[in-house]
C-alpha cells in the first residue's frame, strides 16, 4: 500500500473523497484515509456514463473484504467517464488512490460548488 | 473508535504494536487484521502458517461423577464417544430445538471435559449449563479467564508448534497437554480455517512470550478477517450468521453432531425435523459474475444470505444462504436482492474451497 498522502492540487470533501478540477469537467476517487480505513477493495461498482451525481450523494459502490461502503460525490454534475479499468484491478483503489484509483469524470453543471471543499491542509486537520 | 467496557486479551499490547486494526468483537477489542492486509494473511494460512489470537473465546470446565451424563443431557452429540484425550464438535439446544452455541470440547479426563464457546455467548452458555444441571453431581465452571488461546493454522502450523513442543503433538481431533517453551499447555488438534494445524490453550501470562515465538519462526499474525474469509471458504458455520435460537440443526445442514437417541435437550424437535425435513436449507453459494453478497441479503422468492465474502482463493464471490428446500439442491440458480441489485448465484458443493483441486500447486523440480 502506497503511504499516506494528500495531493496539494486536490480539492477534498469532508467524507473522504477528492476530486481533480480541470475547467468544467472534475475527476472523483477516494482519499488515502478512506481505503485505508475500508482495506483491501475487492470489488468496484461503477455507475453508468451519463447518469447524474449530486454532490454528498453516493454514486458508486466499493466493496473491501470487510464491509461495502458508499462513494460520496463532492461536486454536482453528469457522469461523462468511468474508470473501466477498476474491474479487473480494484486494488488500484489501495495502491494509488488518486492515480489509476480514479473513479468517474463528471462535468460540473455546478463549479461554483468547488468553494465549498476543502484544500488539502484543511481535509488533512479534520483528520 | 474504542470503549473501555471492551475487554482486551493478553496479546493487545502486541496487537498495537503490530500495526494491527482493532474492533470490537462479541465484548472484546480484537485484531481484524494486521499491517499486511487480509488477502496477504489469508493466503499464508492456505500456503504457510498464520497465529490466530483467538483469546476471545470462552471457556467452561465440567467435572464430577455426572459430568458424561450431564453433557449427553445438554449437548447435541454423544459424549460417551468421545474419549479421554479427543475432540468433539456439538451444539447446545434449547427445547424448541434452536441452537444457542457451537461448540468443542475436549475430555481431559474420565470425569472432567474443557469446552470451548463462542464470545458473545459465554455468559448465556455458563448461565444454561448451571441451570439445566439440577438432579446431576456435576460442577460448571467459568475458567474463560484462566485461558489465553491461539489458533496456529496452514500446512507448516504443525512444524512450528512442534518446534517449541517437547513431544510429539496430538494428531487431529486429539488434545493433550505438552510443555511449550517450558511453559504447560493444552494442544488440541482443531481448527477453523480447513488447513492442519493446532490450537493452543494457555496460561494468559505465558501467550505473548509463545506468539512473539511463533511469529520470529515465521507464522504470520493474522486476524479475525481472514479468520472469517478461511471459514467461508470451507463452510464452518459462524454462530450469529448460520446459526440461531431461530434455527435448528437440521435445516443448518449440522445433523450430523445430533445424536437424538440421547435424548439431549431439543432432541424431539431435531428427530421431527431430520424425519419431517425442513422448510429452508443452509447452502454454499458462488456468485455468477461481478459483486459480493452479504449477510442479510434476501434472496428473490424466498430465503436469506447468512455469510457472504469475495473469496481470496477463488476470486469469486461466495456465501452461504437459507433457501426453500425444494430449491437448495447444487446446481440450482437463484437471484440475491444486493442493495437493490440482483446478482446471480448458483447452489454450490461443499466446501467451496478444496485444497485438493483449488489449493496452491506444489512446486516441482
Redesign the interface.
Known amino acids: 500500500?502506497a503511504p499516506a498522502s494528500y495531493p496539494d492540487d486536490l480539492l477534498y470533501h469532508p467524507d473522504h473523497d477528492w476530486a481533480r478540477i480541470e475547467d468544467d469537467v472534475a475527476t472523483f476517487g477516494i482519499t488515502w484515509f478512506a481505503q485505508d480505513a475500508l482495506?483491501?477493495v475487492?470489488?468496484f461498482?461503477p455507475p453508468e456514463v451519463g447518469s447524474a451525481v449530486t454532490a454528498g450523494e453516493f454514486y458508486a459502490?466499493v466493496?473491501s473484504?470487510?464491509?461495502?461502503s458508499d462513494v460520496i460525490a463532492p461536486l454536482t454534475g453528469e457522469i461523462v467517464e468511468v474508470n473501466t479499468a477498476l474491474?479487473d484491478t480494484p486494488e488500484a483503489i489501495n495502491e494509488d488512490p488518486y492515480g489509476a484509483g480514479w473513479m468517474v469524470r463528471v462535468k460540473l453543471s455546478e463549479p461554483g460548488q468547488a468553494d465549498g471543499l476543502l484544500d488539502s491542509d484543511a481535509y488533512v486537520a479534520m483528520l | 473508535m474504542t470503549s473501555p467496557t471492551l475487554k482486551r486479551t493478553p496479546l493487545y499490547e502486541a496487537h498495537v504494536d503490530a500495526n494491527a486494526?482493532l474492533v470490537p468483537f462479541g465484548g472484546w477489542e480484537m485484531p481484524?487484521?494486521y499491517s499486511s492486509?487480509?488477502?496477504a494473511e489469508h493466503e499464508a494460512v492456505r500456503t504457510r502458517a498464520g497465529v490466530f489470537d483467538v483469546s476471545h473465546m470462552g471457556e467452561v470446565e465440567i467435572s464430577g461423577p455426572d459430568a458424561e451424563a450431564f453433557l449427553q443431557h445438554v449437548y447435541s452429540n454423544d459424549v460417551t464417544r468421545l474419549a479421554v484425550g479427543g475432540a468433539q464438535y456439538a451444539l447446545i439446544c434449547n427445547e424448541d430445538g434452536g441452537v444457542l452455541d457451537d461448540l468443542f470440547t475436549y475430555r481431559l479426563a474420565p470425569d472432567r471435559y474443557l469446552t470451548v464457546t463462542n464470545a458473545a455467548n459465554h455468559e448465556r452458555d455458563v448461565e444454561w449449563l448451571r441451570s439445566q444441571a439440577g438432579g446431576f453431581d456435576v460442577e460448571v465452571a467459568d475458567v474463560a479467564d484462566s485461558y489465553a488461546m491461539l489458533a496456529v493454522q496452514g500446512p507448516v502450523a504443525r512444524e512450528l508448534g512442534q518446534a517449541i513442543a517437547d513431544s510429539p503433538l496430538p494428531g487431529r481431533m486429539q488434545a493433550a497437554r505438552r510443555i511449550l517453551l517450558g511453559r504447560e499447555a493444552l494442544v488440541c488438534g482443531t481448527g477453523y480455517t480447513g488447513e492442519d494445524g493446532v490450537e493452543l490453550l494457555l496460561d494468559p501470562a505465558d501467550a505473548p512470550a509463545i506468539w512473539e515465538d511463533l511469529l520470529r519462526r515465521g507464522a504470520t499474525p493474522c486476524g479475525l478477517?481472514a479468520r472469517d474469509?478461511l471459514r467461508l471458504e470451507v463452510n464452518f458455520h459462524l454462530y450469529g450468521n448460520e446459526l440461531s435460537t431461530d434455527r435448528n440443526p437440521i435445516e443448518a445442514g449440522l445433523g450430523w453432531v445430533c445424536k437424538e437417541d440421547t435424548g439431549f435437550i431439543g432432541s424431539d424437535v431435531v428427530r421431527r425435523a431430520r424425519e419431517e425435513g425442513t422448510a429452508q436449507k443452509l447452502v454454499a453459494f458462488k456468485i455468477d459474475g461481478?459483486?459480493?453478497a452479504?449477510q442479510g441479503n434476501p434472496v428473490v422468492d424466498g430465503g436469506e444470505v447468512t455469510s457472504g465474502?469475495?473469496s481470496?482463493s477463488l476470486g469469486v464471490?461466495i456465501g452461504m444462504a437459507y433457501l426453500p428446500a425444494e430449491r437448495a439442491a447444487v446446481g440450482e440458480r437463484f437471484q440475491i436482492d444486493v442493495?437493490g441489485?440482483l446478482r446471480s448465484a448458483v447452489v454450490a458443493a461443499r466446501p467451496l474451497y478444496d485444497k485438493e483441486t483449488d489449493g496452491p500447486r506444489q512446486l516441482s523440480g
Open positions: 500500500m482495506g483491501e475487492v470489488f461498482d459502490e466493496e473484504v470487510k464491509a461495502v474491474a | 486494526k481484524i487484521q492486509g487480509i488477502r478477517g474469509t461481478p459483486g459480493i452479504r465474502t469475495m481470496p464471490g442493495r441489485k
